[in-house]
């Protein structure tokens, strides 16, 4: 309560002053745009985007104070279609200000659940691009595992919570409770559920992989050298992805990679990748049938770790892959 004491009306001035003061940063920020150079104007569309997004903000955080006066604060099915909602304008924001358009491929694949879905994490907007994927293109309810620094953005505060979510404490010293809770989380998913988490745990770039791999050599110094190959994503973490498929035995696997995010793990990413031409990104799922999945219930977790760094690899040739076609 008290995060939201200050987080949410920081929303509503900020936005405010964003609106207000339109006419004097935009020709400030084109101004400084054609000063060095960037005649595709990133600063000023990046701007643009933040007006959108504190707008786009301050509508679902109203409409969820107007579900909780009217009583429907426990009511999912209102909550899923703002998610929805948030999700689909966030992404014509993007595609308006800053050129960014999203292709999902095999989208047909992510139906019907239960599924969970292990995804590729390499920039800020990929919760945001799995959400537009999973509720607009496959009209599921997703249920999310997220970092707990996310509550800082009051929308995904205030609905996030109250839609079957979990917001994961990175720092914890027991892992125990937070892996319970992910086993919880996908407990009693239907035909229109999906669990999503990003197995890597954090954005991928060589320094982070350079360090996981160090990490991973101490404890398994083969599994190590298995994942030596990988040259665009981070290992995958499976302690959390075994806990989420514990929770619901008859669930299928998706794997999700993208590419056209590289490089905004940053803001000086952002800026450098909005101030050229943008190609669409591609969001690419593939499923794999839970008879596919090493069993998850063995006391021996090595099968099924085995399994999933061999899906990860294969995903790191396919985005290389992709790249290459790219260049």
Known sequence: MKRRLVSVPALYVGGLLLVVL???????SVLVDLARRRFRMPIARLLGF??????????????????WITGQSRRLS???????????????ALRVTCGVRVQVENVEALRPG???????????ADSLVSAYAVTS??????????KRELLSEPCLDVVGNRLPNHFLDRGANDSAPELAALSTLTDGMGADDIGVIFPEGTRANPEKRDRALEKIGVADPARAERLRALRHLLPPRPAGALAMLRGCPTADVILA????????????GILRAVGRPLRPVRFVVRRVPRRDVPDVESSDSTPFVEWLDDQWL??????????????
């Open 257 to 268: 990679w993208h590419v056209g995010f590289e490089g905004l793990d940053t803001f000086g």
């Open 78 to 92: 209102v909550h899923f279609a703002l998610q929805r909602w948030w999700a689909t304008r966030l992404m014509w």
């Open 314 to 327: 294969q995903m790191d040739r396919e985005v290389d892959a992709a790249l290459s076609e790219r260049n």
């Open 22 to 28: 339109i006419p004097l940063w935009l020709p400030i």
């Open 50 to 67: 933040a007006v959108l997004w504190a707008i786009t903000e301050i509508i679902g955080v109203s409409a969820a104070a107007i579900f």
């Open 114 to 124: 239960p599924t969970v879905l292990f995804a590729r994490h390499a920039s800020l």
């Open 137 to 146: 293109g496959a009209r599921l309810r997703p249920r999310y595992v997220l």
